[in-house]
């Protein structure tokens, strides 16, 4: 597989905006010092140098989120604003050149908006870069005249053609093992193997305690390299904690968006209880997976086959969280769940992929996950899962 200048940084542990310590390989690395950042401050207020008001507002989590995506739909990385970015040499202070464009086009952005949208965010960094440093400017003929234009859109338009959202969900859940079943599962503890982006940061141990209603731990560690730490994500229904050994933070608290984000996909542990989780849903027809992918894009870990899905999405109030729900037309089951959260220069998505469904006591669970972001992926392989096992409380809260 060839991989963009992107993939390669996110591999190699460049990436420090968000990075995890999931993707880092081999022995460790010089790191800068973790920043510690006390709860409820703002990025502004934690952070050095942080000029838009756009931006310095946002919690110190969300601002690296909005880092993530300029970096991304530009397809650069932290190191091409930040010298020596993902090293102990870093300086997140110094306004270079490209440091004091974004500036300009963050503020272009939100200029745009307010005049021309009436402040709806229409306009967005991926909108005209693409991935690219530069925008291009010119109709690509070759593209023109060959595959059409994949890019999804981001509200899902109903489609009266379709089942109802409704009828979707019901099948869900009948093929998990129907409602009286998932209802008496009160909690659940799955352990395997946690395998890094193509093999190159190295395999790890996790294990994923989810209890109902709404709480959920994921725990990350690497026997044969414990340098690296336990990368965890907590959210105990009301609070989130991260905790990134080798991460710009090291430890923090969920604020703000991402905290939506923790507490749905905490309660969207409990299949059960899914139409539960957003007022508004919609039904949009079928959507395709996979149709971009080519021999020379296509990954090892792609768990989900190209081919045509239900597509449900559902909507919280305020329209703050939107995520996208595939389902299998045959099976019925949950292939996917894209998931967003705003920001001020584009939505935050978070993406999981679920495959190789098994029974475990009437109820089936997928034993293949992938999870993808904006500053890495990896995959889990379930080796075991214990239908409500005792969770000690503790497990939910600060690492």
Not at 106 to 129: D, L, P, R
């Amino acid at each position: 597989m060839k991989l963009s200048k992107r993939s390669i940084l996110a591999i190699t542990g460049v990436t420090a905006g968000l990075a995890i310590g999931l993707t880092f390989s081999g022995s460790a690395q010089a790191q800068a010092p973790s920043i510690t950042c006390a709860a409820g401050t703002t990025a502004g207020q934690c952070f050095k140098n942080v000029q838009t008001d756009a931006l310095k507002n946002l919690t110190p989590g969300d601002f690296l989120s909005a880092m993530g995506v300029m970096t991304d739909s530009l397809g650069l990385d932290c190191a091409d604003c930040h010298p020596g970015a993902g090293t102990d040499k870093v300086n997140w202070v110094i306004d270079t050149p490209p440091k004091l464009m974004a500036r300009r086009m963050v503020n272009m952005m939100q200029a745009i908006n307010k005049e021309f949208f009436n402040g709806s965010q229409q306009v967005t960094c991926y909108v005209c870069h693409h991935a690219r440093e530069k925008p291009s400017t010119s109709v690509s003929l070759d593209n023109l005249y060959s595959a059409p234009n994949f890019d999804k859109d981001d509200v899902v338009a109903a489609d009266k053609t379709a089942p109802s959202a409704t009828e979707i969900l019901d099948k869900y859940i009948a093929a998990l093992g129907g409602q009286q079943k998932l209802n008496s599962m009160t909690s659940y503890v799955m352990s395997g193997e946690s395998i890094g982006y193509e093999g190159l940061g190295g395999n790890g141990q996790f294990k994923i305690y989810a209890k109902s209603p709404d709480m959920r731990t994921t725990e990350i560690r690497f026997p044969d390299h414990p340098d690296r730490g336990v990368s965890a994500w907590t959210f105990d229904g009301k609070v989130g904690w991260v905790t990134a050994p080798r991460g710009l933070m090291g430890e923090y608290q969920l604020d703000g968006a991402n905290a939506e984000g923790a507490a749905f996909e905490a309660a969207a542990s409990f299949p059960g209880a899914i139409k539960t989780l957003f007022p508004t849903w919609v039904s949009g027809g079928l959507e395709s997976i996979g149709e971009t992918r080519s021999a020379s894009s296509s990954s090892s870990q792609d768990i989900v086959p190209p081919d045509d899905y239900r597509l449900v999405e559902g909507t919280s109030r305020g329209g703050t969280l939107r995520a996208k729900f595939y389902f299998d037309q045959k099976t019925n089951l949950l292939v996917r769940v894209l998931r967003f959260v705003n920001s001020p220069v584009g939505r935050i998505p978070i993406q999981v992929d679920y495959a190789d469904y098994r029974d475990v006591n009437g109820i089936k669970f997928p034993f293949k996950m992938a999870f993808l972001w904006l500053d890495g992926r990896w995959n889990a392989e379930i080796k075991n899962v214990q239908i409500n096992a005792p969770i000690d409380a503790k497990i939910f809260g600060k690492p």
